[in-house]
């Protein structure tokens, strides 16, 4: 294992490890408060350098902007729930040593009449300063959550609140155009004239953003609640198995299916059966009939949803430059393997050990096989028989940035056979198929080369312990040993690589003894 120098380039692609930064240690407890036109939620992020763990997110449905077209003034009953919800988060924030939240507002506060009276009466009643900001700016900050999960992501972000939907141009990890617009669903929820009349309006405004905007063939990031139960419903309909909505993918004609679904179904039971709550529920037909126009006018090649947004974009603002062009991936797991890791730091080694099985890895691939060996022994304190079970479950269900659904299920089932031999038999088995067979293959052998490594680690990191060759033309694998090592290869590791050599195919597998 190399020490922290990195004057002569012994780091992997993925650089130095950043969580233990002065800078990124400052992020260690960052609260966000985001009073918006539907809820009011309180984030606070247990920062870990580049990917932050959600140490509270509590939400309360408040409705804030329901009836504002009428009235012109914050619901009454959503200002009561309001208050009281953020005197709870400020004592919450005092109990955990947190002396400052960042609290901003969104449409309802900046467009209603008595606004500025309830942000007085806000800061007041909890010592609270209230940022209510622009449209631009919040979507600005939305753009920013996505780029968290998705460094240098390009595409057309839709944050869509109660009162308002925003649009942020990203491209090579920055944002670029920004508006707003009044297609919130609560405010098409009132608006007077029944379908037809939000039809007209929601193809009028569409037309401005696409005018300021401009079209895109790119992927849409879809952000907001009402987006999320859409996105619910859709894998109801299709029977996807793997119920995580971030990075949770659609298209045109699979928005088109959900949304007839949608229609044709009772939406007291679709509530249910999806988990969406009733507030939530009552939204989303006006958010389908924005959905729907916005794909039409954008044109998206794919659409992906993300749980990140505004708050995570206001974590994003406060991270240093050098942060924030970090892998959330890769950072992530090296703060699991610093905290839960029997030996912190042997992940490394072992990527280095395994990597040449792989040797036409592109580097996508790369950093799942690095992934996968940073988190090979973090769970080791799970009882024996449940280990690779509890490896699947982490891997495929953890809140992990950077992450497609396929490559939760590869990383998942690599970790898996760490500690078994075969897969078949969990309670995992239906998610399989969401990963090809060559890939379940390319998986298994990175869980036994991992499974193998892991009997050749010492406590002496410094000395070399062993190396691979691999020759998939002349399907050869051999094990160099030095003979200080060699005792390290024993029966049971023996074993173990008598199992990786059958999954690769190799016909010639034996150690070598080198001086």
Not at 285 to 300: D, I, N, Y
Not at 302 to 326: F, H, N, T, W
Not at 393 to 418: P, V
Request: charge should be neutral.
């Amino acid at each position: 294992m190399d020490g922290d120098d990195d004057s002569h380039g012994t780091w992997d692609p993925f650089g130095r490890p950043l969580f233990d930064d002065p800078e990124a240690r400052a992020l260690s407890r960052v609260g966000v408060v985001d009073i918006g036109s539907n809820s009011v939620r309180m984030v606070v992020f247990d920062g870990a350098a580049r990917s932050p763990a959600y140490f509270l997110n509590e939400k309360i449905l408040c409705g804030l902007g329901a009836g504002m077209n009428e009235t012109g003034r914050l619901n009454p009953e959503g200002k009561h729930r309001a208050l009281a919800a953020l005197q709870r988060f400020k004592l919450l924030a005092e109990g955990m040593d947190m002396p400052d939240l960042t609290v901003v507002a969104t449409a309802a506060m900046r467009d209603a009449a008595d606004g500025p009276m309830f942000r007085a009466q806000i800061e007041a009643a909890t010592g609270l300063k209230v940022w209510v900001i622009d449209g631009a700016e919040e979507a600005r900050l939305s753009a920013q959550g996505v780029l968290l999960g998705w460094p240098g992501a390009y595409g057309l972000v839709c944050d869509i609140g109660g009162s308002s939907m925003e649009l942020a141009e990203i491209k090579g990890g920055a944002v670029g155009r920004c508006i707003t617009s009044p297609l919130g669903p609560l405010k098409l929820q009132d608006l007077e004239g029944g379908r037809k009349a939000r039809d007209k309006q929601i193809r009028k405004e569409m037309k401005a953003l696409a005018e300021y905007m401009g079209t895109q063939r790119d992927r849409l990031f879809l952000v907001g609640g009402s987006w999320r139960a859409i996105a619910k419903i859709d894998m109801e309909r299709r029977g996807y198995p793997l119920h995580v909505l971030h990075e949770y993918r659609m298209d045109a004609g699979s928005v088109a299916e959900t949304i007839a679904y949608l229609e044709g179904n009772d939406p007291e039971k679709l509530r249910k059966t999806c988990g969406i709550s009733a507030t939530r529920m009552a939204l989303v037909p006006f958010a389908a009939e924005v959905l729907s126009r916005l794909v039409e006018t954008f044109g998206p090649k794919d659409i992906a949803v993300s749980s990140y947004g505004i708050r995570e974009g206001l974590l994003y603002e406060q991270m240093p430059q050098k942060l924030r062009d970090r892998d959330p991936l890769i950072e992530a797991c090296r703060v699991a393997e610093a905290k839960d890791a029997r030996l912190p730091g042997f992940g490394r080694s072992l990527a280095a050990f395994v990597r040449p099985l792989f040797p036409e890895a592109a580097p996508a691939r790369l950093r799942l096989i690095e992934a996968a060996c940073l988190l090979h022994d973090v769970s080791w304190r799970a009882h024996p028989d449940y280990r690779a079970e509890v490896c699947f479950d982490n891997a495929t269900r953890a809140n992990l940035g950077g992450l497609k659904h396929w490559e939760r299920i590869y990383l998942g089932l690599a970790l898996l056979h760490r500690y078994r031999n075969k897969r078949e038999g969990t309670r995992f088995d239906y998610l399989y198929g969401l990963l090809d067979d060559a890939h379940q293959r390319e998986a298994e052998i990175l869980g036994k080369a991992m499974r193998f490594g892991a009997m050749l680690w010492t406590l002496d990191q410094g000395s070399e312990r062993a190396r691979l060759d691999w020759s998939p033309e002349d399907k050869r694998l051999l094990l160099h040993l030095t003979p200080r090592n060699a005792p390290l290869f024993g029966e049971v590791g023996e074993a173990r690589f008598r199992s990786l050599a059958e999954s690769l195919g190799a016909e010639d597998a034996r150690a070598v003894i080198e001086d």
